[in-house]
């Protein structure tokens, strides 16, 4: 024997709704982390699966094009103070790749000068933020 049972709206009940901030079946990111700092990149791995991203990471510049060639990610978290490639020609190289031009790249950096920000934002970066990001601050720009 079953039973059905009819739960009061919001309206009877007075009660807001919860809403979650993780992202809702089909709206997973592809996200490619590039970084030096590995304590950086395990964190900003484990947050990122947290909300249900699948993620890729580089350590350095080079192996960041090739990562970026076959994940095809949908967001690239680009550190532009690698020391081996300038993060600026990093997001420049993975615009220019066939089927990447669409490809959003967030600079993340130490530096907040204004020179950085403009280096970074005049080689296609779509937003530049100041490490360490904010796990709400990621998930609102990635739901973009």
């Known amino acids: 024997m079953t039973s059905a049972m009819a739960l009061p709206s919001e309206k009877e009940s007075g009660e807001p709704k919860i809403v979650s901030l993780r992202p809702q079946p089909g709206a997973t990111r592809r996200v490619l982390v590039v970084e030096d700092h590995l304590d950086t990149v395990h964190s900003m791995a484990v947050m990122l699966k947290s909300m249900g991203h699948q993620v890729q990471f580089a350590i350095n510049g ?8 076959s994940f095809r990610p949908d967001f690239v978290l680009l550190d532009i103070g690698l020391p081996d490639y300038k993060g600026d020609e990093i997001a ?11 490809t959003k790249i967030i600079a993340i950096t130490g530096c907040s000068d204004d020179e950085t920000k403009q280096r970074a934002m005049s080689a296609g970066c779509e937003g530049v933020f100041v490490k360490p990001l904010s796990p709400v601050a990621l998930e609102e720009l990635l739901a973009k």
């Open 92 to 102: 420049r190289q993975i615009k220019w790749e066939p089927g990447l031009e669409h």
């Open 62 to 69: 080079f192996a960041a094009i090739d990562i970026a060639r």
